[in-house]
C-alpha cells in the first residue's frame, strides 16, 4: 500500500476509533478492535467495522519481526469470536502470504476490485452453522 493510502487508513481508523460508532450508505455500523503488545510496543492490531447483518475487516497487521509466531492467528482468532458472520476482508492479489493466511483461516475469495491501480480479492468467512 503506498504510504499516502496507509495513513489515510491510520487517519480513518484513528477517527473511527474515536467516534466508536458511523453510517455508511445508510448502514450504521460499530467498531471492534484488537491490539497486541510486547512490552510497551505495539505489534499487531485488527480493526473491524461490525454491521447488523456482516462485518468487515479492515485491517490485520503485524510487524515485520513479530510475523510467523502466532500473533496474527490470536488476532483472527478474536475477530472469529467476537463479529458477526460473514466477516468479508480486502487483500491484495499480489500479496500471496496474506492470501494464504486468510485461506488457512476458512477465507474464500467471494470477489475483487481495484484500488491505487491494484487488483484485490474480496475474502469472505462464514461461521460453520450448528
Given at each position: 500500500?503506498p504510504?499516502d493510502?496507509?495513513?489515510?487508513e491510520?487517519?480513518?481508523?484513528?477517527?473511527?476509533?474515536?467516534?466508536?460508532?458511523?453510517?455508511?450508505?445508510?448502514?450504521?455500523?460499530?467498531?471492534?478492535?484488537?491490539?497486541?503488545?510486547?512490552?510497551?510496543?505495539?505489534?499487531?492490531?485488527a480493526?473491524?467495522?461490525?454491521?447488523?447483518?456482516?462485518?468487515?475487516?479492515?485491517?490485520?497487521?503485524?510487524l515485520?519481526?513479530?510475523?510467523?509466531?502466532?500473533?496474527?492467528?490470536k488476532?483472527?482468532?478474536?475477530?472469529?469470536?467476537?463479529?458477526?458472520?460473514?466477516?468479508?476482508l480486502?487483500?491484495?492479489?499480489?500479496?500471496k502470504i496474506a492470501?494464504?493466511?486468510?485461506?488457512?483461516?476458512?477465507?474464500?475469495?467471494?470477489?475483487y476490485?481495484v484500488e491505487?491501480?491494484?487488483?484485490?480479492?474480496?475474502?469472505?468467512w462464514?461461521?460453520?452453522?450448528?
Amino acid at each position: 500500500m503506498p504510504d499516502d493510502a496507509l495513513q489515510k487508513e491510520l487517519d480513518d481508523i484513528k477517527n473511527n476509533l474515536l467516534n466508536g460508532k458511523g453510517e455508511d450508505n445508510n448502514k450504521k455500523w460499530s467498531i471492534k478492535a484488537w491490539v497486541i503488545v510486547d512490552g510497551d510496543v505495539v505489534i499487531g492490531f485488527a480493526f473491524a467495522r461490525e454491521y447488523k447483518d456482516k462485518t468487515k475487516l479492515n485491517s490485520l497487521y503485524i510487524l515485520k519481526d513479530y510475523k510467523r509466531k502466532g500473533c496474527g492467528t490470536k488476532l483472527m482468532k478474536q475477530v472469529k469470536q467476537n463479529c458477526k458472520s460473514p466477516i468479508e476482508l480486502p487483500v491484495y492479489e499480489e500479496n500471496k502470504i496474506a492470501v494464504a493466511f486468510y485461506n488457512k483461516h476458512e477465507f474464500l475469495s467471494t470477489g475483487y476490485g481495484v484500488e491505487h491501480d491494484r487488483k484485490y480479492l474480496v475474502m469472505t468467512w462464514h461461521k460453520a452453522k450448528s
